[in-house]
């Protein structure tokens, strides 16, 4: 009932938690990009979590470093637990933030078609301390960048075996018979896969029922730096540690801030009562947990700005409220134990 065509718009009654008063808001429908980085800064180090791969992920990570670099530490948490891949080009992108004059991946082909390729990162002058978090989860794309890290001697993995997928796969269609005479003469092309391209260089779409189906062949593998398959095997990390439970970061927490609205000195809401909370555990506020926004507020959340990377002006924006979100999520995340170990063997010589 909420979607619909883009630029149209829909009204909406928002009922934000324990606040029992309605909230009307007129939202206009747009494409939705799901963003697949998100980071917070977790004691002596950043927390990173990648959901997955898309084209966009290198320029989330690359947005995520530069916060993490303005907040001053150089040790990365990389979370790719229950990342089951995506685009190459978002893993490759992702690695050369990362690596430095080192090969990231080999592709190689089994037949003349196609060429190899070696994909490599350039010089980078920022060096980072890393610990991946993999488990039986992670799977093509994750375990390219996981296998680049721990190949390079960039980082150590902590948790369980990776997944074991490291082929290359391409789909071609079918068009039944009377669709494949129809579309070679359209055409003039007699081979399938061409009829299918020049279609759609045509801007031409064939109906539903004139497809028979597709064929997924598998015309290559990845091999990592060192030139080794992992297909059917995966990855063993440097550090194996069983867990089943759910990944802290994932877990919604209880008193999380509805973001909806920005906040300022001055203003009121139960949502201010929240940051307050959350401030308050991360020993930044001490003051009283009423709804009113004051100038302690305004310099506590000043104060976590500065430490997470923000800009930090004591606005309560949206990303500032995200950003506490996110804290709030990892307060407790001794309890999942694979990141627990990971953030221990990272800090460990500070400990």
């Known amino acids: ?10 009204n909406l009654e928002i009922l934000p938690k324990g606040s029992g008063k309605s909230k009307f808001l007129t939202l206009t429908r747009s494409k939705i990009e799901i963003k697949t980085v ?18 966009k992920t290198g320029e989330e990570f690359s947005e995520a470093l530069d916060k993490i670099n303005r907040a001053g530490t150089n040790k990365l948490l990389l ?8 685009t190459i080009r978002g893993c490759i992108d992702t690695a050369r933030k990362i690596l430095s004059n080192e090969t990231i991946v080999k592709l190689e082909f089994g037949y003349n078609g196609y060429l190899d390729i070696r994909y490599t990162a350039s010089q980078n002058p920022r060096e980072y301390e890393i610990a ?21 001697g960039k980082g150590m993995l902590v948790g369980e075996n990776t997944f074991g997928k490291s082929l ?11 669709a494949y005479d129809k579309y070679s003469r359209i055409t003039g092309e007699t081979n399938m896969y061409v009829i299918t391209k020049t279609l759609t260089r045509m801007n031409i779409k064939p109906d539903d ?4 189906g597709a064929l997924k062949l598998t ?9 080794e398959s992992i297909n059917n095997t995966g990855i063993n990390p440097d550090v194996f540690v069983e867990y089943d439970g759910p990944i802290a970061f994932d877990e919604i927490q209880e008193g999380e801030i509805f973001v909806y609205d920005k906040y300022n000195i001055g203003m009121a809401s139960e949502q201010i009562i929240n940051a307050k909370v959350i401030l308050g555990e991360l020993g930044f506020f001490f003051g009283e947990m009423t709804g009113y926004y004051d100038e302690e507020v305004f310099d506590s959340v000043m104060k976590f700005q500065k430490e997470e ?21 990892l307060i407790r995340a001794d309890s999942d134990l694979q990141f627990f170990l990971a953030y221990r063997e990272l800090t460990k010589e500070e400990q």
Request: without cysteine.
């Open 309 to 329: 990377g923000l800009y930090p002006y004591g606005v309560l924006d949206f990303t500032t409220q995200n950003a506490l979100n996110n804290r709030l999520r």
């Open 38 to 55: 998100a980071y917070t800064i977790y004691g002596d180090a950043a927390y990173i979590r990648i959901t997955g791969f898309t084209n």
């Open 168 to 178: 290359v796969q391409s789909s071609y269609l079918i068009l039944t018979d009377e």
């Open 79 to 86: 979370d790719l637990r229950d990342n089951g891949g995506g």
């Open 132 to 152: 991946v978090l993999v488990n039986e989860g992670t799977a093509s794309a994750a375990e390219i960048l996981s296998a680049a890290i721990q190949d390079n």
């Open 219 to 227: 015309i290559g593998e990845y091999m990592t730096p060192n030139g």
């Open 209 to 212: 029922d004139e497809w028979l």
């Open 1 to 10: 009932m909420v979607k619909g065509l883009v630029n149209t718009d829909v």
